[in-house]
């Protein structure tokens, strides 16, 4: 079975500074996908970044990126320079089983940006 | 592009009834999902489709449950005799396909889901 753990349930951070969100998984799958999605108070899920099981650079989207540690098995999500349109729930998610099933998904980090 | 629709956006039902739910993939997009989403069990996922076939159902939370996909397109998930636990936000999403060429996964995107509401 998979697990996503998000140990941040909310966090409060100043505007234009630096955000992680921690995510630690755990599977038994060689190959498998995580996904970071954003969800805003109207309740649509965003997709924001994806990195797989096998890349060997940490995935970069913007003012997103991933740090991706392996052994550790870590997928902690890096905003930078954050805005007041980035308060939001924060999803981490993850795939494997060859694509035979849905996301496992975390419980979320709600991320207030003040100004 | 159009993204994933869903309808109804709110759905408010009595206890017993069967509700239907519709999810409109994007277009092209083989692969189909439905999540759930409450504040108790926060997101599950539900059920996977790849063209009109459905491989496991076994995250239907109980046989009042049903999904199917026609054409390739268009899913209903159906709920009969709702229950109060029944309750949340359905969510659909749908990818190109499950993975790449090289095996990765495919993004999946999301709807805005159906508020379920049985009173």
């Known amino acids: 079975a998979q697990k996503i753990t998000q140990t941040q349930p909310g966090m409060f951070v100043q505007e234009k500074e630096a955000v992680t969100l921690d995510c630690t998984y755990d599977?038994?799958?060689?190959?498998?996908?995580l996904f970071w999605y954003k969800q805003p108070s109207s309740g649509e899920m965003i997709f924001l970044i994806y990195q797989g099981s096998y890349d060997e650079q940490n995935a970069t989207e913007g003012r997103y990126s991933l740090n991706f540690q392996k052994a550790r098995k870590s997928a902690n999500l890096v905003i930078s320079a954050s805005q007041l349109g980035d308060s939001a729930m924060y999803f981490c998610a993850m795939r494997g089983r060859g694509g035979a099933d849905g996301l496992t998904f975390g419980k979320g980090t709600h991320l207030i940006i003040q100004p | 592009g159009a993204g994933v629709s869903q309808s109804p956006s709110n759905k408010v039902t009595e206890k017993g009834k069967d509700v239907e739910l519709r999810c409109d993939p994007i277009s092209g997009h083989t692969a189909l999902y439905w999540y759930r989403q409450s504040l108790g069990q926060g997101l599950e996922f539900l059920i996977y489709f790849q063209g009109n076939s459905a491989p496991d159902k076994s995250g239907l939370p109980s046989d009042r449950f049903s999904a199917e996909r026609t054409g390739g397109s268009v899913s209903t998930l159906t709920i009969q005799r709702t229950q109060q636990e029944d309750s949340a936000v359905y969510l659909c999403?749908?990818?190109?396909?499950?993975?790449?060429?090289?095996?990765?996964?495919?993004?999946?995107?999301f709807g805005p889901g159906t508020r379920l509401l049985v009173l």
């Open positions: 999403a749908s990818s190109l396909k499950p993975l790449t060429i090289a095996g990765r996964q495919e993004t999946q995107y």
């Open positions: 599977t038994s799958d060689q190959s498998y996908g």
